[in-house]
């Protein structure tokens, strides 16, 4: 029972920490909140429903619509972002034209698919054979939900760490002004930085819908604030203090739901905020985890 | 709560031992010194010497951990800044820190924010007068004024507050020697008016002709004081001072 | 007469809703005028709705009264939140208010007294357009009152630099906490008024969405003054009226609308007309 538990815990924290890792790495790059990462989680979804629906297999579906997402947070930050950065318009403008832009892309979603809850219908997810490995079960589905997250994360912390990419979107996140200086092409890094990061929210997007095999215009609410307690436990900027965030907020939600206690679940993430931020408002880890990851 | 002062009152700013410490290192040691009602104190020494330190420990920005601050007879160390400011303690910036947004009448209202009353049209232009910029508009943003009238500006809005003590922390950097040599008879009209000031600068002519009496701080510790001519000549302080500008103490 | 007979018929719902959420505007640009992104705003919204209508309908408490009670303990709620966060700013105060909103919609919806997530229905629809407005009224004389104070002088010196405002002799602290509780006051009067015009609430009426839009309404409008506040929530309630005409555009166009205000007048609306520096009373 409690194994169990906890592997449920293990597969909702990975796709919480994908999705918890694109908003740290905006925040750690720019200091800014983008709240625009809910709705390319949402739109990845439906990118991965469209082709599937055109009889793409699954897996290049995933990997298309990542893609897609990516592309979609290059041009965020074009819209949104970029010109509000080359006048130092601080935290809140940007705040509010990412919320703009969530809306123009809810909207399009809105006017594309219409309001109906989606479900893939090729790849046999509802029949996805289970798999029985002592105390715990879970599906084939699952499993590769699992696999393709943390397979993400390896590769997203292999980038940071050993590429020339890696280490200027952590000279950016350290100082913009010193990394400029040493000749880092600050766009061009920022470009990346979104590509990367709302590729993994959309990963997350597509991942949770074939978890549930559900896709709906509203998916994203809930995760939307969900990532930000889990940043705010991690420390805000922090990419290995988003993934331990997420893990953690994954499994006290499982736990909440096997002790009966699944309606209070958001209250407790919330709480657990609420306390770090009036306790530790640099969460476990802090920013300055990203400069050294 | 007068902003004159008693003239029988020879003791305004008593700082008794006073220890600042940051992350483990000894910002200030055992500081003594008095600041006195119509004088002018220099407080001089190299860069990191713990000037401005004195300056955040006294209007309460940084903790004490060691020592007292009395103000006319009461501690005011461990009081919040805005309650020491409220105290009559009012202090410039190193980097001018205006509202820069605010015009010069706002900045104005800013310093006399913590007196009962409001400030008239009479009132505005003898703060303009005492800090040297008599005349400047008053609905000129604070921040498109020219570098040296915003150095005066924060003068001015810190007397509006009527201070007993006031700190002026660098204040004739970045001017050039003709606004510098102006602003001697500006800190001197203030003392005059029964105001005790405390003056951190580093250009040994202005302490010269501004201040009554010098600190010299060296390593976060008091190693000389005296009239200006005396601690021009001490050994100790040439000695601190060499290869930073020994030249202008002599 | 006849013709304003005929308008207010037809738009009535829309006219209430301008001034309720005129006042919701206004209450989150108390805490923006000092320059802290608290957006607790639906918080209290939502405690000050639950209060007013379960006073109304279980204990049969007269309208005002009921408003009354519920505007202070919004407002209690505002000042009790101000110790938590005293040390928070910016993002990270941005971040902890939103999740104290949060938990107060989670308990709306698992509570019995607030009758879970359908909420409570068949509340006497008695906040009428004149007690809508009245209230507006009152908000914006207080307001006014309050913009003559020293009071506001330190709201505007905590936004512009809070280091210095300490040190020309404002308790910041109490600044902070004073607006919390303000904002709390009227964002609590919306919600008790919101409750008793719209017949019904549910906690989703309290969620981050709403919280999103007040805050868009504010920017849009300017965050400096609580002119913009009005305005760019009035502006914003009728916007989907005026573009009905776009059908099934209309959403998008609220969107690209929203990005073309930010990005070509940053300050707001009400900045393309007030340039030069902030005046305050010397």
């Known amino acids: 029972m409690f194994a169990q538990q906890l592997v449920n815990g293990l597969f909702l924290g990975a796709v919480y920490a994908l999705f918890a890792i694109g908003y740290t790495l905006v925040f750690g790059v720019l200091d800014i909140l983008n709240l625009a990462h809910a709705a390319i989680f949402t739109a990845a979804a439906f990118v991965a429903f469209s082709l599937a629906a055109a009889g793409v297999p699954l897996p290049i579906a995933f990997v298309a619509a990542t893609i897609v997402a990516g592309i979609l947070g290059i041009l965020l930050d074009r819209v949104a972002f970029a010109p509000l950065r080359r006048r130092n318009a601080g935290t809140l403008v940007p705040l509010i034209s990412s919320i703009g832009v969530a809306i123009i892309i809810g909207a399009a979603l809105r006017g594309i698919y219409g309001v109906d809850e989606r479900h893939f219908t090729t790849g046999g997810l509802d029949t996805a054979p289970a798999i029985h490995a002592g105390p715990v079960t879970f599906t084939t589905v699952e499993l590769s939900i699992f696999v393709a997250a943390i397979a993400l994360m390896i590769g997203l912390s292999w980038v940071l760490r050993s590429t020339t990419l890696g280490r200027r979107i952590r000279a950016v996140a350290d100082d913009r002004v010193a990394a400029a200086l040493l000749g880092v092409n600050l766009e061009r890094t920022i470009a990346a930085t979104f590509f990367i990061a709302s590729g993994l929210g959309g990963a997350a997007g597509v991942l949770t819908a074939l978890r549930y095999n559900s896709i709906t215009i509203d998916m994203g609410g809930p995760i939307e604030l969900k990532g930000l307690a889990i940043i705010i436990l991690g420390g805000m900027g922090s990419v290995t203090g988003a993934v331990i965030g997420a893990f953690v907020i994954g499994g006290v939600e499982t736990l909440a739901t096997a002790v009966g206690l699944s309606e209070w679940r958001d209250a407790i993430t919330f709480g657990v905020m609420f306390l770090i931020l009036v306790l530790r408002p640099t969460g476990l880890f802090g920013k300055r985890a990203l400069r050294q990851a | ?250 | 007469m006849s013709f304003l007979a005929e308008f207010y018929a037809r738009h009535s719902q829309l006219i209430d809703q301008i001034g309720i959420n005129a006042i919701l505007a206004l209450s989150l640009s108390v805490s923006l005028q000092a320059g802290q992104l608290a957006l607790a705003q639906v918080a209290f919204m939502g405690i000050a709705a639950y209060v007013s209508t379960i006073l109304a309908m279980q204990y049969h408490v007269p309208l005002v009264l009921t408003i009354v009670v519920a505007v202070l303990v919004a407002s209690a709620a505002g000042a009790l939140l101000a110790f938590p966060v005293r040390r928070l700013r910016g993002v990270f105060l941005a971040i902890a208010t939103i999740g104290f909103g949060e938990i107060v919609r989670v308990l709306a919806n698992n509570l019995p007294v607030t009758g879970g997530a359908e909420g409570i229905t068949g509340i006497p629809n008695d906040a009428t357009t004149p007690v809508i407005y009245a209230s507006l009224a009152i908000v914006v004389a207080a307001l006014f009152f309050l913009s003559r104070t020293k009071f506001a002088l330190a709201v505007t010196l905590v936004r512009e630099d809070e280091y210095a405002a300490r040190g020309v002799g404002v308790d910041v602290g109490t600044v902070r906490l004073l607006t919390l509780a303000l904002g709390g006051a009227i964002a609590g009067l919306a919600g008790a008024l919101h409750a008793h015009s719209a017949n019904y609430i549910t906690p989703t009426d309290f969620g981050f969405a709403t919280m999103e839009q007040v805050l868009v309404w504010c920017v849009i409008g300017g965050v400096t003054s609580p002119v913009g506040a009005v305005l760019g929530s009035t502006l914003l309630s009728i916007l989907p009226e005026v573009i009905r005409f776009l059908a099934d555009y209309r959403e998008i166009t609220n969107g690209i609308i929203l990005l073309l205000v930010i990005l070509f007048a940053p300050g707001g609306l009400s900045s393309l007309w007030r340039r030069g520096p902030i005046r305050v009373r010397a």
């Open chain 2, 1 to 250: 709560m007068a902003a004159r002062t008693d003239p029988g009152a020879r003791l305004m700013l008593v700082l008794d031992g006073v220890g600042v410490r940051y992350g483990g290192v000894d910002a200030l040691r055992g500081v003594t010194l008095t600041l006195s009602p119509g004088r002018v104190l220099g407080l001089i020494g190299p860069n990191g010497a713990g000037k401005t330190t004195l300056v955040n420990a006294t209007t309460g920005l940084a903790p004490l951990a060691s020592g007292s601050i009395v103000l006319d007879g009461t501690r005011i160390d461990g009081l919040p800044p805005h309650r020491i400011a409220r105290a009559g303690i009012a202090r410039t910036y190193q980097n001018i820190r205006l509202f820069g947004a605010l015009d010069v009448r706002g900045n104005l209202a800013a310093g006399h924010f913590a007196r009962p009353d409001r400030l008239d049209a009479t009132a505005l232009e003898r703060l303009l007068e005492r800090a040297g910029i008599a005349g400047t508009p008053l609905d000129v943003q604070a921040n498109s004024l020219p570098y040296g009238d915003q150095r005066r500006l924060e003068i001015g809005r810190a007397l509006a507050a009527e201070p007993r003590v006031l700190m002026l922390d660098e204040p004739a950097a970045g001017l050039n020697p003709a606004e510098t040599a102006r602003l001697v008879e500006t800190i001197r009209g203030i003392a005059e008016s029964g105001v005790a000031l405390l003056l951190i600068e580093h250009d040994m002519a202005l302490v010269r002709a501004a201040c009554d009496d010098v600190v010299v701080l060296n390593f976060g510790e008091v190693i000389a004081r005296g009239t200006p001519s005396e601690v021009g000549r001490d050994p100790v302080v040439v000695e601190a001072y060499l290869g930073t500008g020994a030249e202008s103490l002599a």
